[in-house]
């Protein structure tokens, strides 16, 4: 059985989160605010092989209020842990502006504890792109990518990694299909993004290997092979021991 590495779910969704991780290693539990962080930390704990990522995702911006920065800065200090989910999302309120305040402070604190990021971004590409070469975080990837030849050009230049979730297996998500053939190979990670999609989270992820196996003519295996190599890489001292 190779190493099933999973670059971005949310376990804690889950009624048994231990459980959903089983099969996936290492695993990366995003949280999205305050509210879950509790949840990921004890999961983190309690099962090694998942990696917390805590964060506040823009969704979840005015649940937060405004005390969230200096206990997110604590909990990050106080973990072997990784920043995220959290990013840009012009589908969703409160304003871009506002998101983007938010996501520097994130981005900041990640430079300053290098820790890699786990991005989410919906139709806004050029404000992430100007955050980040403005806060240069060393490790980032975007998850369920979907983005322009473009801009994974220039998300690949500033070091970025890429996440493809069960939205490849889906023959009308051409965006996502196109991206991921235009993504250079060492930037490539695979997501069960659990639980957005039925069934156990391995099974989804095993479903998407050979989903872009197929996609990119790949031989049978070896997307778990780059996955967990990339996904080493993009961890970096969090991989230890996971
Ligand atoms: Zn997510």
Excluded at 95 to 107: G, M, Y
Excluded at 108 to 116: G, K, M, Q
Excluded at 222 to 230: F, T, V
Aim: aromatic fraction near 6%; include cysteine.
């Amino acid at each position: 059985m190779p190493r099933l590495f999973d670059a971005h779910n949310h376990f804690q969704e889950f009624p048994d989160p231990a459980d959903a991780a089983a099969g996936l290693r290492p695993a990366v539990c995003c949280s999205t605010g305050p509210s879950d962080w509790e949840a990921v930390r004890k999961l983190s704990e309690g099962s090694p092989s998942v990696v917390p990522f805590f964060g506040l995702h823009p969704w979840l911006i005015p649940e937060a209020g405004g005390d969230w920065l200096a206990p997110l800065g604590q909990l990050l200090r106080d973990t072997r842990s990784g920043v995220g989910e959290c990013g840009l999302d012009a589908l969703k309120p409160p304003s871009l502006a506002e998101q983007a305040e938010v996501l520097k402070r994130q981005l900041e604190l990640a430079v300053l504890l290098d820790r890699p990021v786990s991005l989410h971004c919906v139709k806004a590409w050029g404000p992430l792109l100007d955050i980040l070469r403005a806060s240069r975080p060393l490790r980032f990837l975007v998850h369920s990518y979907s983005g322009p030849a473009e801009v994974t050009r220039e998300l690949a230049a500033l070091g970025g990694y890429f996440s493809f979730g069960p939205a490849i297996l889906d023959e009308r998500r051409v965006k996502a299909r196109a991206a991921l053939a235009e993504v250079p190979r060492e930037r490539l990670l695979f997501e069960s993004e659990a639980p957005q999609a039925n069934g156990a989270p391995a099974e989804i992820l095993a479903r998407v290997h050979a989903g872009a196996e197929g996609l990119l003519g790949l031989p049978a295996g070896s997307a778990a092979e780059l996955s967990a190599r990339n996904g080493a890489e993009f961890l970096g001292a969090l991989a230890e021991g996971r």
